[in-house]
């Protein structure tokens, strides 16, 4: 079984430049999360989506980032324009799905480590 | 408001020895789920285990065992006879039942394990 797949792997930009990152989570997984993970510090969820609806991107800075998971599957995310500090790793997510009185292991991508300079 | 300590930063071991890792967690729900995360130099975090907080059973897989203890708030893991390959950031990590099941992360602890 595929596991998820983010592209790309790394990614050097200037500040107030634009940066799209792309996830393919694993086939038949109804839930999928983008997490930003910065140096020394646990992964930090932006959004989730379950199916192509979200579910929670409380912690999403909406002035500069966004994301959209079309038809249910592949997701991007894209942040314009880039400060210094959105300097991290985008960990994208999926699971089989949410809900339902339970909470299902999450499987990650490999990231994108982003430096903006 | 949901929270999870791993107050150890960095520990070095040297090959074979026995190491746990220290985990604490706080939550409001009497519902939630633990789990373990392993991150190596590669960067992919990879499921170790899930506890639900009506399971206090002790588990073991092969080298490593996790220890609940629903009265200490804490979710320790044990590495027995650890190997060069165990070396990686170990997040623990708690999660609500429900539709948004997100985790929340520990800040990591970084284990290094010299041959």
């Known amino acids: 079984e595929a596991g998820v797949a983010q592209s790309p792997r790394y990614k050097i930009i200037e500040k107030r430049q634009s940066v799209a990152f792309w996830c393919n989570p694993i086939s038949g997984h109804a839930t999928l999360y983008w997490y930003q993970q910065i140096l020394g510090q646990g992964p930090k969820l932006l959004i989730q989506?379950?199916?192509?609806?979200?579910?929670?991107d409380s912690q999403l800075p909406k002035d500069r980032f966004s994301a959209e998971r079309l038809k249910g599957v592949d997701s991007t995310l894209k942040i314009q324009p880039a400060k210094l500090e959105d300097s991290a790793v985008y960990l994208c997510?999926?699971?089989?799905?949410?809900?339902?009185?339970?909470?299902?292991?999450?499987?990650f991508g490999p990231g994108t480590r982003l430096t903006v300079t | 408001a949901q929270k999870v300590t791993q107050a150890q930063t960095e520990i070095s071991v040297v090959e074979k020895e026995d190491v746990t890792l220290d985990c604490v967690y706080e939550?409001?729900?009497?519902?939630?789920?633990l789990f373990w995360y392993k991150q190596p130099p590669s960067g992919e975090l990879v499921f170790l285990i899930r506890?639900?907080?009506?399971?206090?059973q002790n588990e073991i897989s092969g080298r490593y065992s996790w220890n609940f203890q629903k009265s200490t708030s804490s979710f320790n893991f044990t590495i027995t006879a650890s190997q060069v390959v165990d070396s990686a950031v170990y997040f623990c990590a708690l999660s609500e039942p429900g539709a948004n099941s997100k985790l929340t992360f520990g800040k990591g602890i970084t284990l290094s394990v010299r041959p």
């Open positions: 939550t409001r729900d009497t519902t939630y789920y």
């Open positions: 997510a999926s699971s089989l799905r949410s809900g339902g009185g339970s909470s299902y292991e999450q499987y």
């Open positions: 989506f379950q199916n192509n609806g979200v579910v929670d």
């Open positions: 506890r639900n907080s009506f399971d206090e």
